[in-house]
């Protein structure tokens, strides 16, 4: 009589002790297990690209979810942590549910973690090199020099991201060109001015693609040194919401 095959069960993942609440702790062990909550919020790299689309403005949960490529119950819980950690704040309307950064002092949180990385990561630093300054070698233009370009006039800004983010504040003057429009619409640019590309920030490889299409195409071109988000942070001008 054959053997009767018992069905395979994945193993439980065991089961994390629960932590002594914090607020009997000694203070300055207190102190330190706040800090390390907030580390906890950052410690995913879908929580950090979550952090990316809301440094470009308010979302709701789908849109964010959809950016991201990831799953409505799966983004519901990323956002979930980020509130805990104190990183993003919430806002009900009607049946959506909006996320925005709790301040822009989380920026530069994300700006620290990367610096570190580029510093102590030998494996980012090989990245950087191999993938993003393959596209483009060139020195980016600093946001003090763009600003005083655009104010004489010499520069033509292009916004390479997608429409809803540009809506929520872009550069003073910039088109709004997404990278999948690129070819499509290289007529709209003078060939007489230098063009400098933008995105969400120093690692959006949206605007290291589009300089490289833009050579390509013979025009002059550069990106800015950071994005958006730090454009903003820095007090500079920006148009939209």
Known sequence: MPTARIPHRAAKPPVEPIPEPIAEKAPKQALLEHLALIARGLASAARLELLDFLAQGERNVEDLARAAGLSIANT?????????????????????????????????????????????????????????????????????????????????????????????????????????????????????????????????VLSFEAVARLREAGFQARRLQDGLPEWRRAGLPVDGA
């Open 76 to 204: 519901s819980k990323h956002l979930q942590q980020l509130k805990g950690a104190g990183l993003v704040t919430p806002r009900r309307d009607g049946k959506h549910i909006y996320y925005a950064l709790a301040d822009e002092r989380v920026l530069d949180a994300v700006a620290t973690l990367r610096l570190l990385a580029e510093t102590h990561q030998e494996a980012v630093a090989e990245l950087i090199a191999s993938y993003l300054k393959q596209r483009d070698a060139l020195e980016p233009i600093p946001a003090d020099e763009l600003l005083a370009r655009v104010r004489d006039g010499l520069v033509t800004v292009v916004d390479v991201r997608p429409p809803q983010e540009y809506a929520q504040g872009h550069l003073v003057g910039a088109l709004n060109v997404p990278l999948d429009q690129l070819e499509s619409r290289l007529g709209e640019l003078p060939q007489d001015r230098e063009v400098v590309a933008y995105c969400r920030g120093p690692w959006c």
